[in-house]
């Protein structure tokens, strides 16, 4: 997620800014992510393909070209098949997503003096966030995480410094960089996973209808080639994308978490000290996890 812009005199809060940890897990997480959609969606296609092949005939001196692609198509779905089984490139992309977004969440706690690291706490707060911060790294013992350029400490210097910024400019820079960031990240996200259902919902019902109408003409024997197997096919590879993006699910849960911080964005001014701004922070950031928890448990099923 793009960290939104503070603007005027207010301080900045860049991604390059947030600690290593962070950067090796969302580099990681998005890598992995692209190469299981990549692997999952040459698949279907080759299945598709291989469909195609067993539906039609080119002869080609003694063997049959569609079926040679046919069997082409079969060995590269089962190569990507072979690969996603393996390599578990999804495993990585919400392991990696849950580590990032943890260390996000504990990187804005420490910055703008978020509990447990309130404001005054001084090198309690940073043997706190440490600490956490290898917890974070314990669990990933076992990830293939991509190692960063960065030579940075977990605590950068553009960490130190905002959090010793008056309490009025964290405001600002929470407001900005992390809620209205985060509301409009779920908002785009929501209505594009909203659109994408409606519209594969829509192609859905024209394959059953053009199903309906070949399955007609075969019947009555006015269709010599068998292209029922390549509608269900592609029927088939459309139903298992659409479970693996998730589309009508995450646009409703992406909806859901825009709203609430929506609301949690109507009371940013009410905390008048360190102790209660400290509260605050602490309760909207349990919010944001709280959505992502979900997030992991809709792909996990």
């Given at each position: 997620?793009?960290?939104?812009?503070?603007?005027?005199?207010?301080?900045?809060?860049?991604?390059?800014?947030?600690?290593?940890?962070?950067?090796?897990?969302?580099?990681?997480?998005?890598?992995?992510?692209?190469?299981?959609?990549?692997?999952?969606?040459?698949?279907?296609?080759?299945?598709?393909?291989?469909?195609?092949?067993?539906?039609?005939?080119?002869?080609?001196?003694?063997?049959?070209?569609?079926?040679?692609?046919?069997?082409?198509?079969f060995v590269g779905a089962l190569i990507a098949q072979v690969i996603v089984f393996t390599?578990?490139?999804?495993?990585?992309?919400?392991?990696?997503?849950?580590?990032?977004?943890?260390?996000?969440?504990?990187?804005?706690?420490?910055?703008?003096?978020?509990d447990p690291y309130p404001a005054g706490a001084g090198s309690d707060a940073d043997q706190?966030?440490?600490?956490?911060?290898?917890?974070?790294?314990?669990?990933?013992?076992?990830?293939?995480?991509?190692?960063?350029?960065?030579?940075?400490?977990?605590?950068?210097?553009?960490?130190?410094?905002?959090?010793?910024?008056?309490?009025?400019?964290?405001?600002?820079?929470?407001?900005?960089?992390?809620?209205?960031?985060?509301?409009?990240?779920?908002?785009?996200?929501?209505?594009?996973?909203?659109?994408?259902?409606?519209?594969?919902?829509?192609?859905?019902?024209?394959?059953?209808?053009?199903?309906?109408?070949?399955?007609?003409?075969?019947?009555?024997?006015?269709?010599?080639?068998?292209?029922?197997?390549?509608?269900?096919?592609?029927?088939?590879?459309?139903?298992?994308?659409?479970?693996?993006?998730?589309?009508?699910?995450?646009?409703?849960?992406?909806?859901?978490?825009?709203?609430?911080?929506?609301?949690?964005?109507?009371?940013?001014?009410?905390?008048?000290?360190?102790?209660?701004?400290?509260?605050?922070?602490?309760?909207?950031?349990?919010?944001?996890?709280?959505?992502?928890?979900?997030?992991?448990?809709?792909r996990a099923v």
């Amino acid at each position: 997620m793009a960290i939104a812009q503070p603007h005027g005199d207010r301080e900045v809060f860049d991604e390059s800014d947030f600690p290593p940890l962070y950067l090796a897990t969302n580099t990681s997480s998005l890598r992995a992510q692209r190469s299981f959609l990549r692997l999952t969606r040459a698949r279907l296609v080759l299945l598709v393909v291989a469909a195609g092949g067993g539906a039609f005939t080119w002869p080609i001196n003694s063997h049959d070209g569609f079926g040679w692609i046919a069997l082409v198509a079969f060995v590269g779905a089962l190569i990507a098949q072979v690969i996603v089984f393996t390599q578990r490139p999804e495993r990585l992309w919400y392991e990696g997503r849950a580590a990032a977004e943890s260390a996000k969440t504990l990187a804005w706690r420490y910055v703008v003096g978020g509990d447990p690291y309130p404001a005054g706490a001084g090198s309690d707060a940073d043997q706190q966030f440490t600490e956490r911060l290898r917890s974070v790294l314990h669990d990933l013992r076992y990830l293939a995480i991509e190692p960063t350029e960065s030579t940075s400490p977990q605590i950068t210097d553009a960490m130190r410094r905002l959090r010793q910024a008056p309490l009025s400019q964290r405001r600002l820079l929470y407001d900005a960089g992390r809620l209205a960031d985060q509301q409009d990240w779920y908002t785009r996200k929501s209505q594009w996973n909203t659109r994408r259902a409606r519209h594969l919902g829509i192609l859905a019902i024209v394959l059953d209808g053009i199903g309906i109408v070949a399955a007609t003409f075969k019947a009555f024997g006015a269709l010599d080639v068998d292209i029922l197997g390549i509608i269900a096919a592609i029927g088939g590879a459309l139903l298992a994308w659409v479970q693996a993006k998730q589309y009508e699910t995450l646009g409703r849960a992406y909806f859901v978490a825009s709203q609430e911080i929506a609301t949690i964005r109507s009371g940013v001014d009410r905390p008048q000290d360190d102790v209660t701004w400290a509260v605050f922070v602490e309760e909207s950031e349990k919010a944001i996890s709280r959505e992502h928890t979900l997030w992991r448990a809709a792909r996990a099923v």
